[in-house]
């Protein structure tokens, strides 16, 4: 869509369904080779679904997203489990002291596409978006 001369692209979701609190973490953190230590405390882990459901998983900085190397098989079945079709991992910290939304990454357990990874940025006046490894 044009928008005086500029392109606006604009996205609607419904609106969220909560599923009930993951409290399997010791299996979760080790699915994505983490520690228990890397998982925020200050929030739930719970599946959250706008169309797509996704486990949500707050950890405690960027080095824990940094960090987690996703083991396919075992996050898959944890999500089976869990009722989620990906698992979305993220922190609080920013990485930019522009940044209005903080770095994280998502796994897919291939439900809708093949186990994708990706890392997600928003800055300031643009979100920004692109693939890239864990």
């Known amino acids: 869509m044009e928008d005086e001369g500029q392109i606006v692209v604009s996205m609607s979701q419904s609106a969220p369904s909560f599923g009930k609190k993951f409290t399997d973490l010791i299996h979760l953190a080790d699915s994505l080779g983490l520690g228990r230590s890397a998982f925020s405390t200050g929030f739930d882990t719970l599946v959250v679904s706008t169309g797509v459901s996704y486990l949500l998983l707050p950890l405690i900085d960027q080095a824990a997203v940094d960090g987690a190397i996703p083991d396919a098989r075992k996050l898959t079945a944890i999500l089976e489990d869990a009722d989620g079709e990906g698992c979305y991992y993220f922190s609080l910290d920013s990485n930019s002291a522009d940044a209005v939304a903080h770095v994280a990454k998502t796994v897919s357990t291939g439900k809708r596409k093949p186990l994708s990874p990706s890392v997600y940025m928003g ?12």
């Not at 800055?123 to 864990?134: L, Q």
């Open 123 to 134: 800055f300031r006046g643009s979100n920004r978006c692109g693939d890239g490894g864990i």
